[in-house]
């Protein structure tokens, strides 16, 4: 610990020094569950993809919402593209797979696969979403 920092801690109050020098040294804990939001040109595509994901119990969900409008730049050019957005549930140690699934099945050169953790719920639905979606098998 650099000697400034040192120093800092030394004048906080007691309770204060004891919640930052407690907090630096944790990490947060990896949530059981993740979603996973993919982009598609038509719902047909979204659909074929997310039964894939279903079928090969990759996901346990997929909420398909239509009509969304993607800005973005592609090759030194603004896109304004009209989509559908794929919010799929799984479990978190899936998502490495789930993305190559879609990486294989997608038609863009590049797919939109981004990933947050799900930190609560309502608990039947987390319990089922485990039955659903089976632990990534250990080699």
């Known amino acids: 610990m650099p ?6 801690c030394r004048i906080l109050p007691v ?6 020098s407690s907090s630096m040294a944790t990490q947060r804990q990896m949530e059981e569950f993740s979603m996973a939001f993919v982009t598609a ?8 993809i997310a039964g894939g994901l279903v079928s090969n119990k990759l996901a346990a ?3 398909i919402i239509p009509g969304i409008t993607s800005v973005y730049e592609w090759e030194g050019k603004i896109e304004n593209d ?4 794929m919010m799929i549930k799984t479990r978190t140690s899936r998502i490495e797979e ?9 038609p863009y050169d590049v797919c939109e696969v981004i990933t947050t ?3 609560g719920g309502n ?11 089976p632990e990534k098998p250990t080699v």
Request: one cysteine or more; proline letters at 4%.
């Open 15 to 20: 309770g204060l020094r004891q919640l930052s």
């Open 41 to 48: 040109p038509t719902s047909d595509k979204a659909k074929e």
């Open 3 to 8: 000697n400034i920092l040192r120093q800092a």
């Open 98 to 106: 789930l993305t190559e699934f879609v990486k294989k099945n997608h």
């Open 117 to 119: 953790s799900i930190e």
């Open 123 to 133: 608990k039947p639905y987390l319990d089922w979403l485990a039955k659903t979606v």
């Open 61 to 63: 969900c997929v909420n």
């Open 82 to 85: 009209s989509e559908v957005l």
